[in-house]
DNA sequence: CTAGAAAGTGCCACCGGGTGGCATTTTTCG
DNA sequence: CGAAAAATGCCACCCGGTGGCACTTTCTAG
């Protein structure tokens, strides 16, 4: 018994899903995410459209291949650094590790989300993704704020603002191509969640 | 010339559309969203499909009939107001006038946000409008803050995170079975976003 | 009052994403 | 090798949504 079950079935699955993935890129680039067809994708990808349904939920989990992993990844980085002195103090590690992520390969993620942007169901996914982070922040900070409604709710609101300004910060990097300092945008984001907003209204500030 | 054209035309089609809300919404409390086939609506409503698609966008926009004219007042409201000394003022008058209305009628709310929260097409419309919202916020922001890119960015961020807030507010509110009182719960989080988050979890405060 | 333009409606065929069901193939394992 | 199990393909189908065109209703001008 040495690794788990790289059995031959497993491996042809894996291949043909990993093809799909290609294909359906490759038909995103060239004629956008809507005028793709699934048969299209189906066809050159060598797999019927039934089985394509059991390899994703739908069209737009292509486009999040991922989500599951990446949403559970956050959550052990949350748990590992979720004792930290000032709850704050996690999210920018977090904005940290991030940026230099998507730093990275900006190229990529430029692409990807101007595909994104191109399609209301792919911006729909995104809104739900965003969610899904946003509860798993709420529960890190429901862990430290304890239990009580006051709390409980601190945690949640809290945990809006903090997905609002990242939401806004991401948005406002791709508007102007990636060019800007993506960390130092997140750190100002977190520093106005910490010591509060309207102090930058004030001119002789 | 009196009133403008409440022409024997218009008169119908704004019959033919109200009875087809009535219809939609009763069918929709009766078997739920996604369980209610537009035919049945349209049939029930006494109008063809195509007819349909001629008076509303699809399917959601039943759930949602005024988006339009509801952002249309509240960019009024930021407009009439945006005056005021403190930039969130603004925001504190729009919270008391909404949490009015929401209070007032909250059993219809609350039924409207149920059915709204059963279906991701629904969320999704939802989560779209709220982006409309702070977009009209961030451009209130803007007008005042002025020109700059770090003017432009802080807007767009305060907007965000107020949206942010704006959102878990409410959700929680709705969790609760609206008994809380929301214009409390609305002045607290504005209160988080002025002087800041992380007061709370310090337990000397 | 009437004829014809204009606006609105119904109908029908069609598309694309997504599902149910079942027969067929492929893989695994005794 | 042979049978159970897993995976796939195929087909018919549903539903939301669109294009196109014929038909009916309303408006307006003479």
New binding site residues.
């Given amino acids: 018994m040495d690794a788990q079950?790289p059995?031959?079935?497993?491996?042809?699955?894996a291949l043909?899903?990993a093809k799909t993935l290609d294909v359906a890129h490759k038909l995103f680039r060239e004629k956008g995410f809507?005028q793709?067809?699934?048969?299209?994708?189906?066809s050159e990808a060598?797999?019927?459209?039934?089985?394509?349904?059991?390899?994703?939920?739908?069209?737009?989990?292509l486009i999040f291949p991922n989500r599951e992993s990446r949403l559970e990844a956050f959550r052990m980085f949350l748990q590992a650094y979720g004792d930290a002195e000032n709850p704050f103090e996690v999210l920018r590690l977090a904005t940290e590790v991030f940026s230099r992520e998507y730093n990275h390969n900006f190229d990529k993620i430029l692409a990807q989300q101007t595909l994104i942007q191109s399609s209301p169901?792919l911006r729909a996914r995104e809104a739900e993704i965003d969610r899904d982070w946003e509860i798993e922040i709420a529960a890190a900070f429901a862990r430290r704020s304890g239990p009580g409604r006051q709390n409980e709710l601190w945690a949640a609101v809290a945990a809006g603002a903090v997905m609002g300004v990242v939401r806004a910060t991401m948005r406002q990097w791709f508007a102007h191509g990636c060019r800007e300092d993506l960390n130092a945008l997140g750190q100002m984001a977190i520093d106005s969640l910490e010591r509060g907003f309207p102090e930058r209204f004030v001119p002789g500030a």
Same sequence: chains 1, 2.
């Fill in positions: 079950e059995s031959l079935r497993e491996q042809k699955k043909a899903r809507e793709t067809t699934l048969e299209e994708i189906c060598s797999i019927s459209k039934r089985t394509f349904f059991r390899y994703f939920r739908d069209k737009e989990s169901s």
